[in-house]
């Protein structure tokens, strides 16, 4: 039996990229996880995630930017295909099938929610902790603690600021 805690964590992506309505559209409503060419980013799917952990699912580099819903990994890490296709913006050059150097998970559609604005988030104390509000986080996939966790579904809850 898996004793494992969830984990959980925060996934950016650029909504004209995939947003949480194409996750929401999907085929069995999932995505894989493509395109993470952050060493720490991909190490965190590679060597923390697992199936069940879950997932804020956030828009980024858009008007708005924030919480858009929330997901759940479905998927042990695998090698990302879109390292060896170079027509695609996320080839690789120096990685090869014997020695992909880029994994992703697939990534589950839960609920869509009210957007929990960037600006809501810095305004709400108990997720001041999240390291997407921290200054210089640019990583595109971040742990979030259970107590955040907890704490940004209750905001979620609530009718916006």
Request: proline share 9%; with cysteine.
């Amino acid at each position: 039996m898996n004793t494992r805690p969830m984990n959980y964590w925060l996934m950016k992506s650029e909504p004209d990229e995939c947003s949480i309505d194409d996750l929401a559209a999907a085929p069995a409503q999932t995505v894989p996880w493509i395109g993470v060419r952050n060493y720490q980013a991909r190490n965190f799917m590679r060597d923390d995630m697992r199936p069940g952990d879950g997932v804020l699912f956030y828009h980024s580099s858009c008007p708005q930017p924030g919480i858009a819903g929330v997901a759940e990994v479905c998927s042990a890490a695998y090698p990302d295909a879109s390292q060896f296709d170079a027509g695609s913006p996320y080839f690789d050059a120096k990685s090869s099938p014997a020695a992909p150097r880029w994994v992703h998970v697939d990534v589950r559609f839960t609920r869509k929610t009210r957007l929990l604005s960037l600006a809501e988030m810095r305004q709400t104390a108990a997720l001041s902790t999240l390291r997407v509000l921290q200054p210089g986080s640019r990583l595109s996939i971040t742990p979030v603690s259970p107590e955040e966790w907890a704490a940004v579904l209750q905001v979620l809850a609530q009718a916006p600021r």
